[in-house]
């Protein structure tokens, strides 16, 4: 297998804390999104959307995209179970990974990605330049709070986002939350449970790489 990084970016943080706690060494090249290495040939010919991470699995796949990349080292890792072990633990897994990206992820990007001025013609990832819309940087950022919310009425009932254990939608809510600070947004002082499940994913041996 070979991983492919970046190690300054969230979205290839999530696949690298995955392998991680999967116990799991994996051949690994850096891709340096600062220095544009993502729209060069040589990686556009590996992964023509221009992002990471990216895995390229024993059998030779390509796998772009975080959730692939967790289903394929979970089938092939089983243990530590961090998808669920039955059907109501996976159901459950895969809802709360999606609320993380969906309500915690795209709201910080568009925040930053509208809002930063070094972001002017990068409003998205990938081969193609879109304008910044600056009115979905102000969106995002009631987004994000809203999140912060959401969290903690989950957290306030469980000690983890999905199950009672740790999982794959923990490492998403972490990373994004964590990488909410370049919009200057923070867990609110007052959110004891969230800030409680962030301090405790946050001493994982996996959050520090």
Known sequence: MLFYDCATAPSPRRARM?????GLEIETRQIS?????QLSPDFLAINPRATVPVLVTEGG???TENIAIAAYLEALHPEPPLMGSDPEEKAAVLMWNAIAETQGAQPVAE???NGNPRMKGRALPGPTDYEQIPALA???MQRVAAFFDLLEARLQDSPFLALER???ADITAFVFV???RVIRARIPEGN???LTWFENVKARPSAAL
């Open 166 to 168: 740790f999982t794959l």
């Open 61 to 63: 796949q390509v796998l």
């Open 192 to 194: 004891l449970a969230t």
């Open 111 to 113: 925040a930053l990605r």
């Open 178 to 180: 964590d990488f909410a």
């Open 138 to 140: 102000e969106r995002g």
């Open 33 to 37: 999104l600062a220095d544009g290495a």
């Open 18 to 22: 995955f392998i991680a706690e999967k």
